[in-house]
């Protein structure tokens, strides 16, 4: 079955920039989305078709795509950003699949 | 406001049966495509199944395929994941989640906790 990959963790201090990245074989043809999930809440949607940043995210987020690999980058990391961030895409029948996420941490 | 209000959740015994719901409102509930996700305690997110927005598609997560059942009531704009066959790794918080557009997910609802266990 289709696997999106992810790193389990990445660490980044207080104001410097941070990139989770997403593999996987079909994201060359599929669009991907990164949702952000905090403790006891439900995810967010931080960046949908690659790259677009939904109205209410803060302009340190952003995402890009090349070739299988996606990215999500956050650009002057603050406290409130250490969370869980999974990338989400689909395999050629349209079946969805999430990544594993990966862990924020904010030193 | 859009709100998703899932319920049914519980602990069942290994094998058995049960029926998630998940009541929409806010919304015009006939013309979204609804999804099921799930999250083990402490792990990541898992898609679970789809439904298109008039019922006349649906798609499974390999995990559940042949076990679970997702089915809608526009009627009463009413969601359901219909679970057999239950096993101990399908213990996890359901979420309910309306496709907003493709990939999107939003809103979701605050999940229900299944617990399979003897």
């Known amino acids: 079955s289709y696997e999106l990959t992810q790193p389990p963790s990445v660490s980044v201090s207080l104001g410097q920039m941070a990139r989770i990245t997403c593999s996987g074989e079909?994201?060359?043809?599929?669009?991907a989305y990164w949702y952000q999930q905090k403790p006891g809440q439900a995810p967010v949607l931080v960046i949908y078709?690659?790259?677009e940043r939904p109205s209410g995210i803060p302009e340190r987020f952003s995402g890009s795509s090349s070739g299988t690999i996606v990215t999500l980058t956050i650009s002057g990391v603050q406290a409130e950003d250490e969370a869980d961030y999974y990338c989400l895409s689909a395999d050629s029948s349209g079946t969805v699949v999430f990544g594993g996420g990966t862990k924020l941490t904010v030193l | 406001q859009v709100q998703l209000v899932e319920s049914g959740g519980g602990v069942v015994q290994p094998g058995r049966s049960l029926r998630l719901s998940c009541a929409a409102s806010?919304?015009?509930?006939?013309?979204?495509?609804m999804h099921w996700v799930r999250q083990p305690p402490g792990k990541g997110l898992e898609w679970v199944a789809v439904i298109w927005y008039d019922g006349n598609n649906k798609y499974y997560a390999d995990s559940v395929k042949g076990r679970f059942t997702i089915s809608r009531d526009n009627s009463k704009n009413t969601l359901y994941l219909q679970m057999n066959s239950l096993r101990a790794e399908d213990t996890a918080l359901y979420y309910c989640?309306?496709?907003?557009?493709?990939?999107?997910?939003?809103?979701w609802g605050q999940g229900t906790l299944v617990t399979v266990s003897s």
């Open positions: 079909a994201l060359p043809k599929k669009y």
């Open positions: 806010g919304f015009t509930f006939s013309t979204y495509g």
């Open positions: 078709k690659d790259s």
């Open positions: 989640t309306r496709e907003f557009i493709a990939g999107w997910f939003d809103p």
